[in-house]
């Protein structure tokens, strides 16, 4: 994997665009805040987590109606202050707040294992400066035969502040 290291976010987009045009196989753009449009530039497809999101609502509003109904109608049937034993309108605060106790646990939870982020695992930086203020653009060079001269120069040619290879660990 070849790095480019850059000081600038529109020095790295430039340079990413470049590479992609040039046919290049970007493995990844490593950067110390989010980048505007990069995600789109390298074809990365939009989150499923809204979805992931509203499931785990629904989990959660629906064990909460399911609760409030056995409990009120069927295990402890009781009249209080007049009310029928299933009176939807008490049940409102305590579904909304479990819808969002398990979209917040369930949400967390997703972003743990989709980003393989398990106890005792240690963090794989590609650059220890790209958590301060550089940004990094690895290109793989193992799927093509890649012409690293040609890469460096392109590199270079954008504004890299140096440019080095380095061997990632599977």
């Known amino acids: 994997m070849i790095l480019g290291v850059y000081d600038n976010p529109d020095k790295i987009y430039a340079a990413t665009k470049k590479l992609i045009n040039s046919g290049y196989s970007i493995e990844d753009v490593y950067s110390p805040f ?8 390298m074809g ?18 629906s064990l ?7 409990v009120s109608k069927i295990d402890w049937p009781m009249i209080i202050g007049g ?4 009176h939807i309108p008490t049940y409102i605060p305590i579904t ?9 646990f369930g949400m967390v939870a997703s972003f743990f294992i989709v980003n393989r ?10 650059d220890p400066r790209v958590t301060d203020d550089l940004f ?35």
């Open 34 to 41: 989010a980048i505007h449009g990069i995600d789109r530039l």
């Open 96 to 104: 909304f707040e479990l819808s969002i106790l398990f979209t917040a």
């Open 136 to 170: 990094v653009v690895a290109v793989n060079i193992k799927e093509h035969k890649t012409d690293v001269q040609a890469l460096n120069q392109i590199l270079i040619e954008n504004g890299a502040i140096e440019v080095r290879e380095r061997i990632k660990e599977d």
């Open 117 to 126: 982020m398990f106890w005792g695992k240690n963090a794989d930086i590609i």
């Open 44 to 61: 990365i497809k939009r989150s499923r987590l809204s979805v992931a999101a509203f499931l785990f609502a629904m989990t959660g509003l």
């Open 83 to 86: 009310k029928p034993n299933l």
């Open 64 to 70: 909460a109606v399911i609760f409030q109904v056995y």
